[in-house]
């Protein structure tokens, strides 16, 4: 199984940013998708998930209301739209993958997810 995450740069604080995932190399509908951030000094945290079937989904309590997940099974691809950025949303963004046999789990723990991304970096200037 091959993530690749795209869409990551520079914005400014207040602006919005699209993280695509595309997943390769197995039915992409049968997996919990996640996507993580690692800032610069800081371990690993989580930032949201969404289930096989797209209906469930969990945030962190930090991106909660500004930042969306979703998922197009059709496209083999996982999103996650971002809102109201600030300086604090500044990381390298991972997504990760985990097959999954109950479509509506929402899987938010790192070490539970077996696929990880090469990660992109969003910047957010203030």
């Known amino acids: 199984v091959q993530l690749q995450a795209s869409g990551g740069g520079l914005v400014q604080a207040g602006g919005s940013l699209r993280l695509a995932c595309v997943v390769s190399?197995?039915?992409?509908?049968?997996?919990?998708v996640g996507w993580f951030r690692q800032a610069a000094g800081k371990e690993r945290e989580f930032v949201a998930a969404?289930?096989?079937?797209?209906?469930?989904?969990g945030y962190a309590d930090s991106v909660k209301g500004r930042f969306t997940i979703s998922r197009d099974n059709a496209k083999n691809t996982a999103y996650l739209q971002m809102n109201s950025l600030t300086p604090e949303d500044t990381a390298v963004y991972y997504c990760?993958?985990?097959?999954?046999?109950?479509?509506?789990?929402?899987?938010?723990?790192?070490?539970?997810?077996?696929?990880w991304g090469q990660g992109t970096l969003v910047t957010v200037s203030s």
């Open positions: 969404v289930s096989r079937s797209g209906g469930g989904t």
């Open positions: 190399g197995r039915t992409f509908s049968a997996n919990a």
């Open positions: 990760a993958a985990r097959p999954n046999i109950i479509t509506s789990v929402v899987v938010t723990t790192e070490d539970n997810y077996y696929y």
